[in-house]
């Protein structure tokens, strides 16, 4: 009879212990997702409110203006130039494209050239600050996402920062454009 006993104790200290580890190991993977989805989120750029200090090193100067456009008080003013094409070579890590806040414009302008696919953004070229009266034709190839040579549909996304304060305005724009990889 004390075999059947111990027989059915180890039998109930097996099951017992089956299912810690079965426990101990869903718990394990539940908190492997979290730290991954954390890291994920974590990664996102957010957009200063106030303009980053560098002018971009890619930026020329272009027009020597002094006239600026009309504004009313507590108002913004930004004038555009821009090609609709993005050439990325991927070997040189360079985008080839242009871009100009011509002089009579009263914003600081921060560009970024972003791809979409499958509902989320990547970020493929960022400029530094692009002052009034500056052009840029070339920025670097940030990487972000494996491109295959091709076209791709994608857009400029700019942010603007008062010339003055440096705080950033309440209007942003987005500009379709087509992107060859190569």
């Known amino acids: 009879m004390k075999k059947n006993k111990n027989t059915k104790d180890k039998k109930t200290n097996d099951k017992k212990t089956t299912f810690l580890y079965l426990g101990l190991v869903i718990l394990i993977i539940i908190c492997v997702v979290l730290v991954i989805n954390l890291i994920k989120k974590n990664n996102e750029a957010l957009t200063p409110d106030y303009a980053p200090g560098t ?7 272009e027009d020597n203006s002094k006239d600026k456009m009309d504004v009313t008080d507590g108002g ?5 130039a821009y090609s609709n094409v993005a050439l990325i070579n991927t070997k040189d890590k360079l985008v080839k494209m242009y871009f100009k806040n011509p002089g009579k ?9 972003v791809i979409e696919q499958n509902g989320k953004e990547y970020v493929l070229a960022k400029s530094d600050l692009i002052p009034p009266g500056y052009a840029i034709y070339e920025m670097e ?6 491109l295959p040579t091709g076209g791709y549909k994608g857009k400029f996304n700019l942010t603007y920062y008062d010339e003055e304060t440096k705080a950033k ?3 942003n724009t987005e500009i379709e454009v087509s992107i060859e990889v190569k």
Request: hydrophobic letters at 55%; charged letters at 20%; zero cysteines.
């Open 169 to 171: 305005q309440m209007v």
């Open 141 to 146: 190839f940030l990487n972000t996402v494996k």
């Open 55 to 61: 002018i971009d090193t890619n930026a020329i100067k």
């Open 105 to 113: 414009s009263r914003e600081l302008v921060v560009l970024e050239l």
């Open 76 to 80: 913004g003013a930004v004038s555009l």
